[in-house]
């Protein structure tokens, strides 16, 4: 019997997770199936059990639900528990094995995709939701000269620092503020971890906060070139990039995670690339 995935959201029409694990099954001979799931908002459980009774193998989980799985999950990675949230799913019989890929998926498109070591590098995070939470643990374990997490709300940048020197097994240097106590640093990447760009909004950053040389990094995908990216192309830096690397190898991640095969992801990211302009 053909093995069988899904993605789960609401909405789900605009979700590539099935173009790209198609690609992936084919590329490397797997026999499976992947398609959409739309759940109700209040119905996430109930759709994933139907899934799972139908001998459902394993999900992504997209917006609203990583909460819901998370809560739904019987064995959290620490990937997951760091983010509070989950984005990956494998069933096996009642278990509900739960990672959280996101974070590793931008450190490789970075790092591997993107030549950009991390580490001894100083990195500026925006945002201190869930975006900014799946990605700290990964970006710390690269041994990265320092951390600062940036926020409109103050608290939640402390809050995150204070969390990521609790669980990172290194010493990196974590700190959160507001963006006025920046003053003049300079980091040598900069990521916009907001959801600014959703409603093509500009953080108040700095245009000061980029180094020369520097690499801008835009977790949303498919944006163009957003008002962030904008502001680094004013302030001189010519590495831009999107998350389109970041969302192909997550994606990676998890099927290697359910399949034992990791895919190569340059054909999806040349495929689904949407020009910076
Ligand atoms: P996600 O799960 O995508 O990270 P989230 O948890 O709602 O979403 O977090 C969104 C982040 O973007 C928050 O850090 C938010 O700042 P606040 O904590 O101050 O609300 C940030 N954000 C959203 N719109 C923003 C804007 N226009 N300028 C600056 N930061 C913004």
Request: aromatic share 8%; glycine share 10%; net charge negative.
């Amino acid at each position: 019997m053909t093995d069988r995935y899904a993605v789960i959201g609401n909405p789900i029409e605009q979700s590539k997770s099935p173009l790209i694990h198609t690609a992936f099954a084919q590329v490397t001979r797997q026999e499976m199936e992947y398609t959409k799931l739309l759940a109700p908002l209040d119905g996430f459980a109930s759709v994933v059990d139907a899934f799972r009774a139908s001998g459902g193998r394993g999900m992504n989980v997209t917006a609203p639900f990583k909460l819901d799985a998370f809560a739904y999950a019987t064995d959290l990675a620490p990937s997951a528990q760091m983010a509070g949230a989950v984005n990956a799913m494998k069933f096996e019989g009642d278990k509900v094995y739960a990672e959280n890929f996101d974070g590793v998926g931008l450190v490789r498109d970075v790092v591997h995709n993107l030549g950009c070591p991390l580490q001894g590098r100083r990195v500026l995070i925006l945002g201190a939701g869930g975006a900014t939470r799946g990605a700290l643990l990964p970006i710390l374990a690269q041994g990265p000269a320092e951390v600062v997490i940036v926020n409109r709300t103050v608290s939640k940048a402390q809050a995150l620092a204070e969390l990521a020197h609790q669980h990172q097994t290194g010493s990196v240097p974590v700190r959160g503020m507001g963006y006025d106590a920046l003053g003049d640093q300079a980091f040598d990447v900069v990521l916009n971890a907001t959801s600014a760009s959703l409603t093509a909004e500009l953080p108040p950053l700095s245009p000061s906060a980029f180094a020369p040389a520097c690499l801008a990094y835009e977790l949303a995908y498919g944006k163009g070139l957003t008002p962030f990216l904008q502001l680094a192309r004013q302030a001189g830096v010519t590495r831009l990039a999107d998350g389109v690397g970041m969302l192909a190898e997550q994606a990676a991640e998890a099927f290697a995670w359910w399949r034992g095969v990791r895919p190569d992801t340059a054909a999806v990211i040349a495929q689904l690339t949407v020009p910076l302009v």
